[in-house]
């Protein structure tokens, strides 16, 4: 299956992913809520046989996270698949079991974005240390590392700032 | 230490451990001398990289990503440089491509070589690891040559590369290119013939096709498996377009299969730089960049010594990144470590983890978070008198050894 066949395919079943292929081995989509994301992904794996988890790209998206998804096939044709969950209360679903590897980049988004993953196998943290402080996301937009004591491993933030 | 669970023994190794210079923990539970399970623990060596992307400008990044491992800069910097140029829309002189694939390919082999040796290592095959290593000074010596150092070479820029390449050093490349390919067909018949290597590789860290495909296993690992996983032939970019690469593959699914498939790699390697050096155009290295990118992202791959890497850049516009992600092969290759350790022996677990040529670096990716203060930077010649004053302490006047003149 080519990557136009597969677009088609995507935008017939689940049109709010506005699938495209801006380049040869390409797909993007846009963001889409949870339920439609997993449903596409499913259908991805089922039925257009992309098979491999690739990674997960985490972006702040202001109000959101947004959860990229990669995922290839046979033909090595990239599709990203993408969901935003709010960033007050971000809570995504394990796609572990579909694609193992995409296990240990669930777990970066819980350490680096503040991601809950329901489903997620017990396992280690990765990749922050055990003893990095609760509440504290790296990859979040407004947190900085210039208020970051190593030494004491606390985040300290000028007190105007905290307030906001 | 190890804890007692009824019959079986859980043993902790690492994250300090000596079978690999890097950190990672596996507790490995033991029936008698057989792994039953596995458990993986990594990101002892996260550094923050794609935090500090986002707070430098793009030609800042690219020295930051050169250092997202020491093995593999180029490709790193390689697949870095490929996305930006692609939402720049930049057209990358024909020569340009032609040095990065040089260079590109030159890494491979001292990739490779470093791989042979640590596994010679792992099986106490110590011989073989000696020799290994002095060949890989040849290839790096022609690439401190070519950049001034021995890793992280700065060869790459947006636009092209830094570095051209002139006769005399071309040159010398095919000669060292000579030199090796004599001493890695020796490799390759003694890969093939020697009976202990064979049986303490052969049947081990099994992982099939069907394995591949679920846990998305990349490189030298998929291809052991007969999956043509090389991204220089499924997508191919740069010089590799120009010069088709005869992707290798095998059939063992194991340890050794995996060693086949480095070592004949290696030979592949010789004749692309041939190749490549025959066939280089005149003309210019590099054009000019800019230092904005036009909102947008982009995701491109290259195939690193590893496997497939892969970065994701987004741009908001301005000269800095909005986000930089990088997947290396390695990352891609632990997923299946546990699968392919239970059920053998605690001997083999060494060479096992060895076999995907894990680079912790790549997998964390990262820089020194910096807070902005009680920040000490080295300079050159601290590092220097430090490194004397520790010899010293241990008793050896590095003053006092003659040094080859180089």
Not at chain 1, 62 to 86: A, T
Not at chain 2, 36 to 52: D, F, L, P, Q, T
Not at chain 2, 236 to 250: F, L, Q, R
Not at chain 2, 393 to 401: F, L, M, T
């Amino acid at each position: 299956m080519n990557a136009e066949q597969v677009v088609s395919a995507l935008n017939k079943r689940f049109p709010a992913l506005a699938a495209h292929t801006p380049r040869e081995f390409r797909i993007w989509s846009d963001f889409v809520e949870p339920k439609e994301f997993e449903a596409a992904l499913r259908f991805a794996f089922d039925e257009l046989r992309f098979g491999k988890g690739k990674h997960i790209v985490g972006t702040d998206e202001g109000e959101y996270i947004g959860l990229s998804y990669i995922v290839s096939n046979d033909e090595n044709i990239l599709l990203v698949l993408r969901e935003k969950v709010p960033k007050a209360h971000p809570v995504v679903r394990s796609q572990g079991g579909l694609y193992p590897s995409m296990v240990l980049h669930e777990r970066e988004m819980v350490d680096l974005f503040g991601v809950s993953v329901s489903g997620l196998p017990e396992g280690p943290s990765y990749p922050l240390p055990d003893c990095w402080p609760e509440g504290q996301y790296p990859l979040r937009k407004e947190w900085n590392p210039a208020y970051f004591n190593k030494e004491t491993m606390a985040y300290e933030p000028p007190k105007e700032e905290a307030r906001e | 230490m190890s804890e007692r669970n009824d019959h079986k023994v859980v043993l902790p190794i690492g994250p300090q451990h000596p079978s690999l210079k890097e950190p990672g923990s596996f507790k490995i539970t033991l029936d008698g001398e057989k792994v039953e399970r596995a458990v993986v623990e990594i990101g002892y060596n996260h550094r923050g990289i794609e935090k500090a992307c986002e707070s430098r400008n793009y030609t800042q990044d690219l020295y930051i990503i050169e250092r997202v491992c020491g093995i593999c800069s180029h490709a790193h910097t390689s697949c870095f440089c490929q996305a930006f140029e692609d939402m720049a829309g930049l057209e990358v002189p024909r020569r340009a491509y032609y040095i990065r694939g040089i260079v590109g390919e030159l890494e491979r082999l001292h990739s490779h070589l470093l791989w042979l040796g640590v596994a010679s290592h792992e099986i106490g095959f110590d011989t073989l690891f000696m020799y290994t290593w002095r060949d890989r000074e040849l290839v790096l010596d022609l690439l401190a040559q070519i950049g001034g150092n021995r890793v992280n070479y700065g060869v790459n820029t947006f636009g092209g590369v830094r570095r051209d390449l002139e006769a005399d050093l071309m040159q010398d490349i095919l000669h060292v290119c000579d030199q090796l390919e004599e001493k890695i067909k020796y490799y390759a018949d003694l890969a093939t013939t020697e009976t202990t290597l064979i049986a303490r590789l052969k049947g081990i860290g099994v992982l099939t096709p069907e394995d591949v495909r679920h846990f998305s296993a990349v490189g030298p690992v998929a291809r052991a498996a007969g999956i043509l996983d090389d991204i220089r032939v499924v997508e191919p970019y740069g010089v590799y377009k120009e010069i088709p690469v005869n992707a290798v593959t095998d059939d063992h699914c194991d340890v050794y299969g995996r060693t086949l498939v480095r070592v004949k790699e290696m030979l592949e390697s010789i004749r692309l730089i041939r190749v490549m050096i025959r066939e280089i155009p005149e003309g210019p290295i590099s054009v000019r960049a800019p230092r904005k990118l036009p909102a947008g992202e982009t995701l491109r791959r290259v195939e690193a010594p590893r496997g497939e890497n892969i970065h994701y850049i987004r741009s908001n516009g301005s000269d800095m990144p909005d986000r930089v992600r990088v997947r290396a092969p390695s990352e891609a290759n632990w997923h299946g470590m546990s699968y392919m350790l239970e059920g053998f022996q605690l001997a083999d677990v060494p060479i096992i983890i060895a076999a995907i040529d894990p680079c912790y670096s790549c997998t964390d990716r990262a820089v020194s978070l910096s807070s902005g203060r009680d920040e000490q930077i080295a300079s050159w010649d601290q590092l220097r008198l430090f490194g004397i004053e520790q010899y010293k302490k241990n008793g050896i006047d590095p003053g006092s050894i003659a040094i080859r003149p180089f």
